[in-house]
């Protein structure tokens, strides 16, 4: 049954994406100038749900997946495993900045070093420091990239293990 319910979860999830993007329906504000990357670990103060979710997800641990794969330093593959490579205060290599190592969540809301600053109880102002997503996933979710001819058959056993270990998390959450 809980299976059912996270099928139907991740379904309309994946419907109302393709429908922002096939539409083209933008819900973005920009991120105010001068703001950097800070980090997922730094929005636990006010979004602790969101984060411990977020926590669960492949995003989370997407640098990992090149560290097993000896891509952690492939600029083609950093750019859509970690947050804000290439950018200014974003990933630079995970000993300097491992704070943004993974897919964190300003990839989607943009820099947040000004939206962490707001008082939580005021939502305007909160709103008005923060990006909301309108379409960033097609950067790295893009079928025309054709990623997997160039990382092949090797990361597959890699991947595999990765989705068991992430398979047994589930099912150990559902236990409980």
Request: proline share 5%; aromatic share 4%; charged share 25%.
């Amino acid at each position: 049954m809980q299976s059912r319910i996270r099928l139907l979860v991740v379904s309309a999830a994946t419907v109302a994406i393709a429908g922002f993007l096939t539409l083209g329906i933008s819900i973005s504000a920009d991120t105010p100038d001068g703001a950097t990357y800070v980090g997922a670990a730094k929005c636990r103060k006010c979004h602790s749900k969101e984060l411990r979710s977020w926590q669960k997800m492949p995003h989370a641990n997407a640098f990992d997946i090149l560290t097993t794969v000896g891509k952690d330093a492939d600029p083609e593959c950093v750019k859509c495993h970690t947050t804000g490579y290439d950018e200014d205060t974003g990933f630079v290599d995970h000993a300097s900045t491992p704070e943004l190592a993974g897919v964190g969540c300003e990839m989607c809301h943009g820099q947040a070093s000004e939206h962490i600053l707001v008082d939580k109880k005021d939502t305007e102002a909160g709103k008005a420091t923060i990006a909301m997503p309108a379409g960033p996933c097609v950067q790295c979710h893009n079928p025309h990239l054709d990623r997997d001819a160039e990382v092949g058959k090797e990361a597959l056993p890699v991947l595999r293990q990765k989705l068991e270990a992430l398979q047994a998390r589930i099912d150990a959450l559902e236990a409980e």
